[in-house]
């Protein structure tokens, strides 16, 4: 699902449905962050 408007988590860039990444964690919640973040995250 993608809102018209959402900020990345961690550096509250603006997002849009093609730079969004998002992320589900162990409870279920959905989590939204830009490609940089995202990136840093999982490591890469």
């Known amino acids: 699902m993608y809102n018209d408007y ?3 988590e961690i550096c509250r860039a ?3 449905r093609f730079s969004q990444r998002q ?3 162990s409870s279920g ?3 939204s962050y830009c490609g940089k ?3 840093k ?3 890469r």
């Open 6 to 8: 959402l900020l990345c």
């Open 14 to 16: 603006e997002l849009t």
């Open 23 to 25: 992320s589900i964690d």
């Open 29 to 31: 919640f959905v989590h």
């Open 37 to 39: 973040c995202y990136a």
């Open 41 to 43: 995250l999982n490591g």
